[in-house]
């Protein structure tokens, strides 16, 4: 544990850079973190009474696609957070590696490789979550109106978690951690729009996540496609 860093993940990805190896299970956590770090550069904000950590996974050969390595973190997120909550309360994952309940973004995962050691971030807002213009967030204790725990005592639940859904994804069929990630997402068929780096826009049907993990869609008025990068939001049914 440390008390204060930039992030959790820059920090290994130094240690690794300057020739440290990690056994699996190594997990650094930080109180308080001044540059969280998201996907293509974004910010996750770090309030102190949040969980953020870092750990690493070591590639094997015949491991599947990496790229999946992202729904794996995913489902170890879901199972923390699922038995913080109340079983009624709605959570679901979103591709490709968010966490929404009711709505709200609680959590984050960042993925990071150099050579064969993937360093594995997750965020997740349990006491506290920012007011951002552009998203619904949430926090545990905000959806089950007392949460007791500190960090401290979810990140050994965390590291279990994950320790149990990469044994799976490394001793099982793909197929398996496929459909346990697909039926945590919403719905076969939802409409969603998908926006890429450009900026351009697609709406399309949801049809799942293929072997390496990318998404599939039908756009609207074409053919069932793969998209392998791109941010996807939910469509009500109030949206054109
Ligand atoms: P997605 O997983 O939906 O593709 P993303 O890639 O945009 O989302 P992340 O990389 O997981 O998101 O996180 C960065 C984004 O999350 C930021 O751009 C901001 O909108 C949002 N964010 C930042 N800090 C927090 C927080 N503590 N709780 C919830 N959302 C946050």
Redesign the pocket.
């Given at each position: 544990m440390v008390e204060e860093t930039g992030s959790t993940n820059a920090d290994l990805l130094e240690r690794l850079a300057e020739g440290e190896r990690f056994s699996e299970g190594y997990w650094l956590r930080a109180e308080r973190q001044t540059s969280?770090r998201?996907?293509?550069g974004?910010?996750?904000?770090?309030?102190s009474g949040?969980l953020m950590c870092s750990t690493v996974v070591n590639l094997r050969p015949g491991d599947p696609s990496p790229s999946t390595l992202s729904l794996v973190t995913g489902l170890a997120v879901f199972d923390t957070v699922k038995r913080l909550l109340f079983d009624d309360t709605p959570m679901l994952l979103?591709w490709?590696?968010?966490l929404l309940v009711n709505d709200g973004?609680?959590a984050?995962?960042?993925l990071e490789r150099q050579g064969d050691a993937v360093v594995v971030g997750v965020?997740i807002?349990l006491d506290e979550?920012?007011d951002?213009p552009?998203?619904r967030?949430t926090a545990v204790s905000w959806e089950n109106g007392k949460f007791a725990n500190g960090p401290e005592s979810v990140l050994p639940r965390l590291a279990a978690n994950l320790a149990t859904r990469l044994r799976d994804w490394r001793d099982e069929p793909l197929s398996h951690t496929l459909l346990e990630w697909t039926v945590r997402s919403h719905r076969f068929n939802d409409r969603i729009r998908i926006t890429n780096s450009e900026g351009e826009v697609t709406l399309a049907r949801y049809r799942g996540i293929d072997q390496d993990g990318a998404l599939r869609v039908e756009p609207l008025g074409a053919h069932e496609t793969i998209v392998h990068a791109g941010?996807?939001t939910l469509r009500w049914h109030d949206e054109e």
């Amino acid at each position: 544990m440390v008390e204060e860093t930039g992030s959790t993940n820059a920090d290994l990805l130094e240690r690794l850079a300057e020739g440290e190896r990690f056994s699996e299970g190594y997990w650094l956590r930080a109180e308080r973190q001044t540059s969280g770090r998201g996907r293509l550069g974004r910010k996750w904000e770090s309030q102190s009474g949040n969980l953020m950590c870092s750990t690493v996974v070591n590639l094997r050969p015949g491991d599947p696609s990496p790229s999946t390595l992202s729904l794996v973190t995913g489902l170890a997120v879901f199972d923390t957070v699922k038995r913080l909550l109340f079983d009624d309360t709605p959570m679901l994952l979103k591709w490709p590696n968010d966490l929404l309940v009711n709505d709200g973004k609680i959590a984050g995962i960042l993925l990071e490789r150099q050579g064969d050691a993937v360093v594995v971030g997750v965020g997740i807002n349990l006491d506290e979550a920012p007011d951002l213009p552009d998203r619904r967030t949430t926090a545990v204790s905000w959806e089950n109106g007392k949460f007791a725990n500190g960090p401290e005592s979810v990140l050994p639940r965390l590291a279990a978690n994950l320790a149990t859904r990469l044994r799976d994804w490394r001793d099982e069929p793909l197929s398996h951690t496929l459909l346990e990630w697909t039926v945590r997402s919403h719905r076969f068929n939802d409409r969603i729009r998908i926006t890429n780096s450009e900026g351009e826009v697609t709406l399309a049907r949801y049809r799942g996540i293929d072997q390496d993990g990318a998404l599939r869609v039908e756009p609207l008025g074409a053919h069932e496609t793969i998209v392998h990068a791109g941010d996807v939001t939910l469509r009500w049914h109030d949206e054109e």
